[in-house]
């Protein structure tokens, strides 16, 4: 995620700005920047690369005494990591400077109206718009940047977490927040912005954290509060008695639970933007309409849970758009002379963008005649660049090396995919894709109820702790997402686990099961529920523990599983986003009792750019 920094009081706040973006550099970014209002202006200097770089840039600009700015670490979401789309954004006339985490979801639409007035662009990106905006608002209400702002989010559409200086307005920074983290603070002679906590930390531990439509006045004296209607409201102070280590985990207790608990985020943030004019729209594909109903076989190809999340989207395309769908493995499509005609579309799925088996299955895909399409969580990542169209999962930087929120962002684009080819087939009409991506939307508020409670999956985790080994079955879409909960099992707890279609563990794997021997099925509602539960039952009359992910309401399942973890019910096409996370945090868990590291399991890399 980006990170916001900022600063007025009665001293230089150059430096302050610095160590302030160094306290945020763990959040991963590719570029940085700062605005501080100067006797002659605002000096903004911003440019891809570390703060180091940025550092020692603003030692050549000469004496840098202004005692108010913002400053920025981007992580590329919309426009490719550059010098010219690094935070700060200024207005036309460069009196006011902008800095914003989030998506502005419409605009495209925005920027191309202030363009028809007259306002020049510099960047490709969605954070512009507001510094044109703002800058026509203040044009209406000189000397009031608080007014300027609010009347500007009014036309926003989507996430920010947005920070403003204006040369007009001297000691003045105009900070508001809608789902995107903002706090202030009082230090001993300064006011304070940020996006982290851990950016305000060594300043003050007395924080005010915005709530959605709130905007705050920060001056050297002190900080006004005021609600979207203008409204000075009185703010709920928190005090914060984290050290830095647990500030950079926003309060959790490993980055791991953080990153599970930022996926309804995640969900909205991938799917921001993406139904323009009530249609389906996905332009980064780099494929024309033609093109797309001309393919007649889909290729998915990853690595590890990447590769989980191409089982996932087998599922669905084969389910809306009647596509033949083969998932595989990086490391044997590349070796096997795959069969690849032109109308053969390969997606290559990678969150790090990185993985050199996917990159060299991209490459040999491509001298074939293939369209090749990225899904990765890097912009501008080798998968990006070597693929004829990207969609960006949005999840910003995984620190945890096992994949959580990364993989749940893959599963959304590859659900958007899915949607976009039953659609170009003509498979789903126009009316059913907006429904099913309405349900999609809906996914992040589920997952905001799953999170709410972990009782359930704990004490299935304090059952299953000691064994051995452990089978995750599940039936259809069930299955794949086994796969997927098995891995996260075994590479963060070291656990033993294997997954396997549900009425497979007759023709073999039902040897395994003894007394006590974990069985954990996803058994949310489905066509094949009832078979399902057959498979359980014969599993339960060997002494199988079962652990089974259910759906909210469902009696029956008791009657066969020890331990029962209900989520909403949604459609079988979406459990995949939602089953997964009791899944993870399952697996969290368990390795936790295990007494493993579950930010950094022994061996494992966050990205693989090896053979
Ligand atoms: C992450 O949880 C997995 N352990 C790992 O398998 C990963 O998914 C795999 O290495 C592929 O990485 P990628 O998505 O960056 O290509």
């Not at 690094?86 to 460069?94: F, I, K, N």
Request: charge should be negative; hydrophobic fraction near 40%; glycine fraction near 8%.
């Amino acid at each position: 995620m980006c990170g916001i920094v900022g600063c007025t009081g009665s001293t230089p706040v150059k430096d302050v700005l610095v160590n302030g973006l160094k306290r945020l550099e763990y959040r991963g970014y590719d570029s940085a920047g700062v605005a501080i209002q100067e006797p002659d202006g605002l000096k903004v200097v911003h440019r891809v690369g570390k703060v180091a770089g940025l550092e020692s840039e603003l030692a050549y600009h000469g004496e840098l005494n202004g005692t108010c700015g913002i400053g920025h670490t981007r992580w590329a979401t919309h426009g490719r990591p550059s010098t010219a789309n690094a935070h700060p954004h200024t207005s036309c006339d460069g009196r006011i400077a902008v800095v914003h985490n989030g998506i502005i979801e419409n605009f495209a639409e925005l920027r191309e109206r202030l363009q028809e007035r007259g306002h020049r662009f510099s960047s490709e990106t969605d954070t512009e718009v507001l510094a044109h905006l703002v800058e026509e608002a203040y044009e209406q209400h000189p000397g009031d940047l608080l007014t300027a702002m609010r009347t500007s989010l009014q036309h926003v559409i989507g996430a920010y977490g947005v920070a403003v200086v204006c040369a007009d307005e001297p000691g003045v920074i105009v900070c508001a927040r809608k789902d995107s983290p903002i706090v202030v603070g009082r230090g001993a002679d300064a006011s304070y912005v940020a996006s982290d906590i851990i950016a305000l930390i060594d300043a003050t531990r007395d924080v005010v954290v915005l709530e959605d439509g709130q905007l705050a006045r920060l001056t050297p004296d002190g900080i006004a509060y005021f609600d979207e209607r203008g409204r000075q409201i009185e703010p709920c102070v928190t005090h914060v008695d984290w050290d830095v280590d647990l500030a950079e985990k926003g309060g959790y207790p490993d980055f791991m639970l953080k990153e599970i608990h930022e996926q309804p985020r995640v969900v909205r943030d991938t799917l921001a933007g993406r139904m323009v004019g009530g249609e389906l729209s996905i332009d980064e594909l780099g494929l024309s309409y033609e093109e797309l109903n001309l393919i007649d076989r889909v290729y998915v190809i990853a690595c590890g849970t990447s590769y989980h999340a191409g089982l996932i989207a087998k599922n669905l395309i084969e389910r809306w758009a009647r596509i033949p769908t083969e998932v595989e493995v990086a490391s044997e499509f590349r070796y096997r002379n795959p069969i690849i005609t032109p109308s053969t579309l390969v997606v290559a799925v990678s969150q790090s963008g990185e993985t050199a088996d996917t990159l060299a299955a991209i490459r040999d895909a491509r001298i074939k005649g293939a369209k090749v399409f990225g899904i990765t969580n890097v912009v501008g990542s080798p998968v990006a660049r070597e693929s004829d169209g990207v969609i960006y999962t949005k999840a910003n930087k995984e620190i945890a090396v096992a994949s959580t929120k990364s993989f749940l962002g893959q599963v959304v684009s590859l659900t958007l995919l899915a949607l976009l080819l039953a659609q170009t087939k003509g498979k789903l009409t126009t009316a059913q894709v907006r429904l099913l991506f309405r349900e999609l939307g809906d996914t992040a508020e589920q997952i905001e109820g799953i999170l709410q409670d972990a009782t359930a999956i704990d004490e299935a985790a304090v059952a299953c702790k000691d064994a051995a080994s452990a089978l995750f079955v599940g039936r259809g879409i069930g299955s794949a997402i086994c796969y997927e909960g098995a891995l996260k099992l075994k590479e963060i707890s070291y656990l033993h686990a294997e997954a396997y279609a549900a009425g497979e563990m007759k023709h073999g794997p039902i040897a395994l099961i003894d007394d006590g021997f974990p069985v954990i099925a996803v058994a949310t509602q489905s066509p094949v529920y009832d078979k399902l539960v057959s498979n359980l039952k014969e599993c339960e009359a060997r002494g199988a523990l079962i652990v089974a992910i259910a759906t909210e309401g469902d009696e029956e399942i008791k009657k066969v599983a020890q331990h029962v973890i209900y989520i909403p019910k949604v459609r079988d096409c979406f459990t995949p986003i939602t089953a997964s996370v009791p899944l993870q945090l399952f697996a969290r868990s368990i390795a936790l009792l295990r007494g493993c590291d579950v930010d950094q399991p022994r061996n494992l890399a966050k990205s693989v750019t090896v053979e």
